[in-house]
């Protein structure tokens, strides 16, 4: 494993340690998450060190921090987290690359992500520096600010999919989004109305002119109407809250319509929401099309997003940024599940 750094690189990309937020249980984030200096890591020959600007609070963070639905300290670990650093989406400079590393150098502004589907609990951008495969990195345009290019990865990557691939919005395409308010909501509404689709929110009454806002052609505020026993039918459904029995919500959609579940929900417990996802999940084998939409962290995609967010057709919506040391409050905030747009955490 070799790294190198030029000579225009802070005196401070040479130190061996870092401040990062860290994990040292389950529990509620202020209680479990300290700010500390631990070791920096580096590198290896196919990644690229980067002194994070910003990042942002997701819902494997809070889900990791948390540790419930208990189930999934299985897959964490027992005690707490494998990884004691939260966090995954990535905005910021290169501080070192590794030997085989020849697009990226030194200096470069660059954004994406840690996540991958095999490695669900790896993290670590809660922290000055960070550690990222060069495949899930792109270099952030100047136009694009940390704070925004810090939401792309996750809740980003996952609207446009949704929007563009799983749920093929479009022209004559009637899309709703019930959670249209929060972090992954306010980027697909905007996404589906760029795609030309026709746009329903799901929000409550104090975000119903914010999502119209966004571009919602019509609103359905939850504390009045429930679209699941309405009349109206939707081509997509995306369904960021998972608050209505599936089978319930599938009752909304057009012959031909998509379902896509996107959420953990907020369960607790042992298995908190997972059995109604799985309940979704097997409803594919019944005449219900239902489609998952996995946040593919590639190029590609990113700079797919990246082009819409600096084109003006998208915005990124953040609810509060905070300071480093005040993690524990950004996922305390994510945790309330009534965040408006993203929640940011720059360095
Ligand atoms: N597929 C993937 O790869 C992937 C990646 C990341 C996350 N996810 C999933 O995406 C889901 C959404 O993530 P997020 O970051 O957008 O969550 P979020 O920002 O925490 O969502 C908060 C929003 O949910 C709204 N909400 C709460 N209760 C509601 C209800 N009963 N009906 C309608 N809206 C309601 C709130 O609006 P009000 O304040 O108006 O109630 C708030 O604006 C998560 O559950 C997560 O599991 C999937």
């Given at each position: 494993?070799s ?9 401070d ?34 990644e ?13 963070d ?15 670990g ?52 960070a ?57 697909a ?36 109407d ?5 009349t ?51 409803m ?26 600096t084109?003006g ?35």
């Amino acid at each position: 494993m070799s790294t190198s750094t030029n000579a225009t690189t802070p005196d401070d990309d040479r130190k061996t340690t870092m401040t990062a937020i860290v994990q040292r249980g389950y529990g509620l984030p202020q209680r479990v998450l300290t700010l500390d200096e631990i070791d920096r890591p580096a590198p290896g020959d196919d990644e690229v060190l980067v002194r994070m600007r910003a990042t942002s609070v997701n819902t494997p963070d809070w889900l990791a921090v948390t540790g419930v639905p208990y189930i999934l300290r299985l897959q964490f670990g027992l005690t707490r987290p494998a990884t004691p650093v939260r966090g995954s989406d990535v905005a910021g400079v290169v501080a070192a690359v590794g030997a085989n590393v020849t697009e990226f150098r030194p200096g470069d502004e660059v954004f994406g992500s840690l996540w991958s589907d095999n490695a669900r609990s790896s993290g670590g951008t809660f922290a000055e520096y960070a550690v990222a495969p060069i495949s899930q990195l792109a270099r952030k345009p100047a136009a694009l600010s940390f704070e925004s290019a810090a939401v792309a990865g996750m809740s980003g990557l996952t609207a446009l999919l949704a929007m563009r691939e799983v749920g093929a919005a479009g022209p004559g395409r009637r899309v709703l989004i019930n959670g249209a308010s929060g972090g992954i909501g306010t980027l697909a509404v905007q996404i589906a109305k760029t795609l030309g689709a026709h746009v329903t929110g799901v929000c409550s009454t104090r975000n119903a002119e914010f999502v119209q806002a966004l571009g919602a052609d019509d609103i359905i505020d939850y504390t009045r109407d429930d679209f699941t026993r309405g009349t109206r039918r939707f081509d997509v459904i995306l369904d960021n809250v998972l608050n209505h029995p599936p089978a319930r919500t599938a009752r909304a959609l057009s012959p031909e319509g998509i379902l896509i579940p996107n959420s953990v929900g907020p369960g607790r417990g042992l298995f908190g929401s997972l059995p109604r996802v799985a309940r979704a999940m097997t409803m594919r084998w019944g005449s219900t099309d239902v489609r998952t939409v996995t946040c593919a962290v590639t190029r590609a995609n990113l700079d797919a997003l990246a082009a819409l967010l600096t084109s003006g057709d998208l915005e990124v919506i953040t609810e509060k940024t905070y300071p480093l040391a005040q993690a524990p409050e950004a996922v305390a905030h994510m945790l309330t599940h009534h965040a408006r747009g993203n929640i940011v955490i720059t360095m």
